[in-house]
């Protein structure tokens, strides 16, 4: 089966601070790819990054930062001295070799308090 | 990047009425595009595979009859709400894929009064 969870629902922070949402996934191919995306309130799906099975090396970009593991199946994303303007929902999506069909995690609201 | 465009991004209809949905892509032609439903604080659902020429691909539960999807086009696939019922309110979006990469459109908030 392929699955994407993201157990946390919602999470709040105090500006400044550091925040980590999970991402586990299942699935049994060995050729996959793993996505992070940013919905503001407006709706709209904002891409942060995209990752496949071959490539573990962690990624940073300014204050996000991913880290991927395939030994846990998790696909974990940081986020160094939050902002107020990365409050949004956040999903983990997943997609297998074959289909471009998109798996998505439920998704974790994060709230960013001034 | 690649463009995908969602048109209209919010409208309201009355029950029993159908509305259609358009989604195109801008710079760039796609032979498959993909359907999305998201319910208030839910995630996002995969509806339908379109595919140019061919008839949608639906998934399980989806009823066809009722969300009817034409790709007529290498740039236009449209979503047709037909006789909507306030069940039927909720985020709809669309995406085209280049290669593994997904491009979506902004979405249209449909509310059915």
């Known amino acids: 089966a392929q699955k994407v969870t993201q157990a946390q629902t919602e999470i709040s922070v105090v500006e400044k601070e550091d925040v980590t949402l999970d991402c586990v996934y299942e699935?049994?191919?060995?050729?996959?790819?793993l996505f992070w995306y940013k919905q503001p309130p407006s709706g709209e799906l904002v891409f942060l990054i995209r990752?496949?099975?071959?490539?573990?090396q962690n990624e940073i970009s300014g204050r996000y930062s991913w880290n991927f593991q395939k030994s846990t199946s998790s696909f974990n994303f940081t986020i160094t001295a939050s902002q107020v303007v990365d409050s949004a929902v956040y999903f983990c999506?997943?997609?297998?070799?074959?289909?471009?069909?998109?798996?998505f995690g439920t998704g974790t609201r994060l709230k960013v308090l001034a | 990047g690649a463009v995908v465009s969602q048109h209209p991004s919010r409208v309201i209809c009355k029950s029993g009425t159908s509305v259609k949905i358009e989604c195109r892509s801008l710079?760039?032609?796609?032979?498959?595009m993909f359907w999305y439903r998201q319910f208030p604080k839910q995630s996002l659902m995969l509806m339908a595979t379109?595919?140019?020429?061919?008839?949608?691909?639906?998934e399980q539960g989806v009823e066809k009859d009722k969300f009817l999807i034409n790709h007529a086009s290498l740039t236009l696939s449209t979503l047709t709400v037909t006789s909507a019922h306030p069940e039927d309110s909720s985020f709809y979006i669309c995406?085209?894929?280049?290669?593994?990469?997904?491009?979506f459109g902004q979405g249209t908030r449909l509310t059915v009064v």
């Open positions: 995406s085209a894929s280049i290669g593994t990469e997904a491009f």
């Open positions: 699935t049994r191919d060995t050729t996959y790819y």
């Open positions: 990752r496949n099975s071959f490539d573990e």
């Open positions: 999506a997943l997609i297998f070799s074959g289909t471009y069909k998109y798996i």
């Open positions: 710079d760039f032609q796609a032979t498959t």
């Open positions: 379109s595919n140019e020429g061919s008839k949608a691909t639906y």
